[in-house]
Each structure stands twice: as structure tokens, then as C-alpha cells.
Nanobody
Framework: QVQLVESGGGLVQAGGSLRLSCAVS????????LAWFRQAPGKEREFVGG????????FYADSVKGRFIISSDNAKNTIYLQMSSLKPEDTAIYYC?????????????????WGQGTQVTVSS
């Protein structure tokens, strides 16, 4: 059974930092690309960033490039989203997702497994 469990969300002031975690189980990690998406109230879900598990290569949406960093801990089967210089517009529910591909993909339709999401709220 595949499970993705996010944690680490919360309330933070603008300019602050948060680190989200996504614990993954039930996958053969070398065959997957993992990513973070987010959905703000009244908006569509959008790609934030992803990492190819086998190579550790990460890629980001332009809106977060230079502020967010994705990393992985293979021993813990966990990926992280380190968020810095947070802005009120980063407020959203953040989801972890897995795509059964070993190449970089930003396409939401490629992601077949999803976590339940964790709320991030950035106050101004």
C-alpha cells in the first residue's frame, strides 16, 4: 500500500521559514519522481517543485526558485521542502505526490499517488 504523509505545516510570518516533510512508503523509489504541489483558496492546484529520486535532481516553479529547496533522505524514505523568505501568497495547502516516471515532470496528471496535504499560512 502506497502512502505519502506530509507534516510540518503551520502559521509563520512573512519572511520566515518552514520545512515540510513527506514520508513515503510502498514505492520502489528509484522508479519515481516526487513533487510538491500547492492549492490556495479559490485557485487551482499548482506545481511547486520536484525531485527525481534516483538522481537527486531537483526542479522548481519560477515562483519559488531561489526561496524553496527540495531534498531527500533515502535512509528515511522522506523528501523535504525547505521554504524560506515566505510570502503571504505562499499560503496554501501543500501536497506531496509521486509520479511513476524517472524523468522530471511538472504535469499534475502524471502524479498517481498523493498525500493528504498540510496547511501553510503566511501572515503579513
Amino acid at each position: 500500500q502506497v502512502q505519502l504523509v506530509e507534516s510540518g505545516g503551520g502559521l509563520v510570518q512573512a519572511g520566515g521559514s518552514l520545512r515540510l516533510s513527506c514520508a513515503v512508503s510502498g514505492l520502489t523509489f528509484s522508479r519515481y519522481c516526487l513533487a510538491w504541489f500547492r492549492q490556495a483558496p479559490g485557485k487551482e492546484r499548482e506545481f511547486v517543485g520536484g525531485i527525481v529520486w534516483s538522481s537527486g535532481t531537483a526542479f522548481y516553479a519560477d515562483s519559488v526558485k531561489g526561496r524553496f529547496i527540495i531534498s531527500s533522505d533515502n535512509a528515511k524514505n522522506t523528501i523535504y521542502l525547505q521554504m524560506s523568505s515566505l510570502k503571504p501568497e505562499d499560503t496554501a495547502i501543500y501536497y506531496c505526490a509521486a509520479a511513476r516516471v524517472i524523468t522530471l515532470t511538472r504535469s499534475e496528471s502524471s502524479y498517481v499517488y498523493w498525500g493528504q496535504g498540510t496547511q501553510v499560512t503566511v501572515s503579513s
